[in-house]
């Protein structure tokens, strides 16, 4: 009982998240810019992917992460935090040796809806540079510091917001079981996945579910790859959540 219960709470917790967004999203969606920004991706993604997208980083268990999915050919989005690549810039420069996107969550982990746009611009940029300076490339990609972004800074910061499409919980459980099982249960093609590579439990879980994942015929991918997966212009103001197999990228 108990545990239906918490899986219940789970699920009411999901739609008060989700239908609020769906109700803001489609009323900016309008006014938002169409953008001009076209991703030039090379690989082909078949019909069933999901993007791995670790936030937070780099941590000391990035590396042992970055080993597994090494072992394992599989390819994640790191969305790191702008202060952890002054301290660890050798663990993003592998990550992006290795082919993983490397992705901005603004320097110093801003909740952003409660800072001034031109705060906003300073810290995301600050962490462009920062990311340039050690992999030799700007990312066009943004994580919004727990998925909060106003209206406003959408359509103002012109750059790509990845969201997603299944939280793992794994910021609140520590349990790598939980994690698994969540993952195993829930991930389906086109996800875009939160994760945390900060989190021993989260590591664990992770490669426990990639080798399984990958029998069953899911590849992983980094999230431009998925976004651009149909031959679709991602547009710039948009915080997307998933991309199913020749379907639009989603913010929904």
């Known amino acids: 009982m108990k545990k239906k219960n918490k899986k219940q709470l789970e699920i009411l917790r999901d739609l008060l998240t989700i239908i609020p967004m769906i109700i803001v999203l489609a009323i900016i969606s309008r006014t938002l810019p169409a953008g001009d920004y076209r991703l030039e991706i090379e690989s082909d993604v078949g019909e069933k992917a999901i993007a791995l997208t670790f936030s937070d980083g780099p941590g000391e268990y990035t590396e042992a992460l970055l080993d597994g999915l090494k072992e394992n050919r599989a390819k994640a989005s790191f969305f790191v935090v702008g202060k952890k690549i002054e301290e660890n810039p050798q663990i993003v420069k592998r990550a992006y040796d290795e082919g993983h996107l490397i992705g901005n969550l603004t320097y110093d982990h801003i909740r952003m809806p409660f800072h001034s746009l031109e705060d906003c611009e300073e810290s995301i940029g600050k962490t462009f540079n920062l990311i340039e300076n050690v992999t030799g490339e700007r990312t066009n990609f943004v994580r919004a510091p727990y998925g909060d972004v106003s209206a406003y800074q959408l359509k103002k910061l012109g750059v790509v917001f990845v969201g997603?499409?299944?939280?793992?919980?794994?910021?609140?459980?520590?349990?790598?079981?939980?994690?698994?099982?969540?993952?195993?249960?829930?991930?389906?093609?086109?996800?875009?996945?939160?994760?945390?590579?900060?989190k021993k439990e989260t590591v664990e879980a992770v490669l426990r579910a990639v080798p399984e994942l990958q029998e069953q015929g899911y590849e992983f991918v980094r999230v431009d790859e998925l976004l651009a997966r149909n031959g679709e212009k991602i547009k710039k103001g948009t915080p997307y959540r998933n991309c199913k197999y020749e379907r639009n990228a989603s913010s929904f």
Request: charged share 35%; net charge negative.
């Open 164 to 198: 997603w499409s299944l939280s793992t919980y794994d910021w609140r459980e520590k349990d790598a079981d939980y994690i698994y099982n969540r993952i195993m249960k829930k991930a389906k093609d086109g996800d875009i996945i939160l994760l945390h590579d900060t």
